[in-house]
């Protein structure tokens, strides 16, 4: 089994040289605050920017050296300080390994792992008319998404990006300190093995540094080789249909509300099995606080489907049933990459926030509902009108693996909420902090204020990065944070950390632990 790759990670005749960047640099400043949550001051000595596989390993190499701490950045969009903590002394940004082709000798799509989402869609789409189904922001960066899972627009109808997720290459540093590349793959009869499922859902910045992602969809695994690689990964719509319904405020009370929101849950545990013509939908409804904009209601199809209007049109009904205020309805069909590319809401915008968010087996319960309800409207103890809880659709093809086949165990979940709240003065923080806390602690306090799995719930998600759930003081529930994120999975997440970081390099507040270690670095 070779260990280094047999192209070079970024395919040009001529590659920029790394760059060791310090304190006193004029890029400094660009280089460190590239985060996009500005609650989190870094403090680094040091940022090492990387341009290919070789020079990561160096970089690593150097970095251990040096010490004491040192973290990887990829996109910037970790919603906690888990590259941002002052107590890294060096970041290594790999954000200019960007490459995305057909590796021809390994039969696969390769995508280096600094490459944005964005990046990876346009090239994957443009060059062989296929995708991988990521994530909904193109902003964010591809490194850092596929290790947790990665899923989005798309992950109804075609699974999570790592269910076509066919080796990783991992920069991974021995008991000796030494610093080396290892290719690893979800051949049954490779060595690595296990390396490759540890970053099909067990989280970035664990088990080393990846250069890069070869993707292939298992059914093309078999057999011999397909003569066109554009056979080798899910195809994309030509084109989507989104409708989008909205609610004034003004014209929902509480019982309207909860009839909305119980609508949208019960519509997903109908439609959360795989094959479910219901899972072709991409759908979301968003219900920020009284000021904040209308209650919104998005859903997503393929355009070219003779029954796009159908499907769509029956979900709108069947959700819409009984809230009675009239809603606004609107009606989009985009080519899919226009439709895929669209940035982010927050995109160019650098503000201080905090995120909570979990996956639901079930829709809210009506407690759930009138208490989300009085949250959103209260305005005599709270007045941020930035503050949104999300429902996602999930289900479909992503329950189709079973738990433990991919290091993501989360596949019997039909929904994924998630809360987030936005503002720009520091002098707010423990305001807004505490609000959103609170809102959490009380949606699941019949399960000791987290979403555990031994309770009804669905458990957390890596992605969506929320230290506090390391922390005794807000996580009271007895429940461990890495069964919230891992499940079943984590005895096993420890045994690829033992064997492949056995001197826990790569670690953060939400990193796996070796079997001893026990507590959370925490955030400093």
Known sequence: MARYPQVPSAPHTQVRPSSVVGRHDPRYPDLVSRGINARFTPDPDTVRVVATAEQAVQAVRDSVRDGPRLAVRSGGHCFESL????????????????????DEELNAFSVDSGATLGTMYRSLYLGWGVTVPAGRCPEVGVGGHIAGGGGGALSRTYGLSVDHLHGVEVVVVDSGGRARLVRATREPSDPYRDLWWAHTGGGAGSFGLVTRYLFRSPGTDAGSRLPDPG????????????KT?????????????????????????????????????????????????????????????????????LFIREVSQGVGARPEVSVTTLPWLAATLVPDEFAGMKGRFKSKAAFLRTGWSERQARMVYQRLTDTAD????????????????????????????????????????????????????????????????????????????????????????????????????????FRDNYAALQRVKERWDPDDVFRHALSVRRSGDGSAPGIS
Do not use: Q
């Open 382 to 485: 709270y007045h941020n009108p930035a503050a949104t809880v999300y429902l996602l659709s999930h289900g479909g093809e992503v329950n189709r693996p079973g738990p433990a086949d991919t290091a993501m165990a989360h596949r019997d979940a039909v929904l994924k909420t998630y809360w987030s709240v936005f503002w720009f003065d520091e002098r707010e923080d423990a305001l807004h902090l505490d609000w959103i806390r609170a809102c959490y602690a009380e949606f699941f306090g019949d399960a000791g204020g987290v979403p555990d799995p031994r309770r009804g719930y669905g458990g957390a998600f890596v992605n969506y990065a929320d230290a506090d759930l390391t922390d005794p003081d807000l996580n009271r529930s007895g429940v461990p944070w890495h069964h919230l994120y």
């Open 83 to 102: 590259v941002d903590d002052p107590a890294v002394t060096t970041v290594i940004d790999v954000s200019e390994m960007r490459s995305v082709y057909f």
């Open 245 to 313: 319904v909205r609610w004034n405020w003004d014209s929902v009370d509480e019982t309207a509300f909860c009839t909305l929101v119980r609508n949208f849950g019960a519509w997903h545990e109908r439609h959360a099995a795989p094959g479910d013509p219901g899972a072709r939908l991409d759908n979301s409804l968003a219900l920020p606080r009284t000021g904040g904009g209308p209650l919104t209601l998005e859903t997503a199809v393929d355009a070219t489907r003779p029954d796009a209007e159908e499907l769509t049109d």
């Open 231 to 242: 056979r080798l990964l899910p195809r994309p719509p030509g084109s989507v249909l989104r």
